[in-house]
């Protein structure tokens, strides 16, 4: 988070407190020679896989799997 101090007149501030614009509030920062070209610095990968997922009678619809590792998608 970054604190802005802008100073209105004599003796009188504002203060402002945002993200920061380097890293949007994430609180880290890739140079570019650092930055994976593939995803260019995002962290993440967009892939499709397929599961073969043993699914309990009673489970309602649209129930959420989770799958640790595998991101936050939902799976129906």
Known sequence: M???FVQL???MYSKTIGPCE???GKGDTLTEE???KT???EKVLE???EF???VDPGVPDNHVYNF???GNERVM
């Open 47 to 49: 892939e499709k896989k």
């Open 34 to 36: 650092d930055k994976c």
């Open 52 to 54: 073969d997922v043993k």
């Open 22 to 24: 380097e890293c949007n």
């Open 39 to 41: 995803c260019k610095g």
């Open 2 to 4: 970054i604190a802005k």
């Open 68 to 70: 640790p590792g595998e």
């Open 9 to 11: 007149g004599p003796g």
